[in-house]
């Protein structure tokens, strides 16, 4: 196989991810009655302009809700494919445009408006944004994992314990808070931004992984433990 034969591959595999996590919110929003509107991926590499400001590399995969787009960084999951591998990158990658886009979805249900950006902590609406984000990614994981795809098998094969510690590493270096601090207008404290933290986002991800069901990602729900 060339270099180009590869890449055309890979491009393949994001798309075939693409267009099912879109395939599979399509349906859901279907059947409460509401329009889904789909969002392009922009795949870029060094820096890009976005209406959520200039974003570079740095910053990594985010989803910027003013043009309800997702911007991919292919530097970012050419670093992956170096720390994991080319095997061990590939459900990571699926995982980090199903968490972007589960942005996408919070963004369409107005559930971004509940956020204040500029609260942080652990139990602050931004992180409860990214857990329910990891928890849609895995709602779609278990889709993609159960049902057939017109070729007669599930898109993917299977997700092991590995590829869930890969994708919630790997979730902890995407740029989505430094997306929010901007949106919160450059009055947020950077250092004191919180993500979640890795035994969380585990949690929420298994647990879509295992309900299949987006209503189980409660996490704004205020008698909810987070983890
Ligand atoms: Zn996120």
């Not at 395939?23 to 889904?36: C, D, H, I, L, N």
């Not at 559930?111 to 857990?131: F, Y």
């Not at 709602?139 to 092991?160: D, F, Y």
């Amino acid at each position: 196989m060339t270099g180009a034969d590869a890449n055309k591959r890979e491009e393949c595999a994001l798309v075939a991810s693409i267009n099912s996590i879109q395939g599979y919110w399509t349906e859901q929003f279907e059947r409460s009655g509401v329009k889904y509107q789909a969002a392009p991926t922009k795949f870029f590499r060094g820096a890009v302009n976005t209406a959520c400001g200039g974003a570079t590399s740095d910053v990594g995969p985010f989803y910027c809700p003013a043009d309800a787009d997702v911007y991919i960084d292919l530097d970012f999951f050419k670093e992956l494919k170096t720390r994991f591998g080319a095997q061990g990158g590939s459900f990571v990658e699926a995982y980090v445009l199903a968490h972007e886009y589960g942005h996408h979805v919070q963004n369409l249900l107005g559930i971004n408006s509940k956020v204040n950006p500029r609260q942080t902590g652990p139990t602050s609406g931004a992180v409860r944004l990214e857990l329910q984000a990891d928890c849609y990614a895995g709602v779609w994981a278990n889709h993609a994992t159960t049902v057939p795809t017109p070729s007669g098998k599930p898109l993917i094969q299977e997700i092991s314990d590995d590829d869930i510690r890969r994708a919630v590493d790997a979730a902890g270096r995407i740029g989505d808070d430094y997306i929010q601090a901007k949106l919160g207008g450059g009055h947020v404290d950077e250092s004191k931004f919180t993500h979640g933290s890795s035994a969380q986002r585990e949690k929420w991800f298994t647990t879509g992984l295992r309900t299949g069901n987006p209503n189980a990602c409660n996490t704004f729900d205020p008698k909810v433990s987070l983890g």
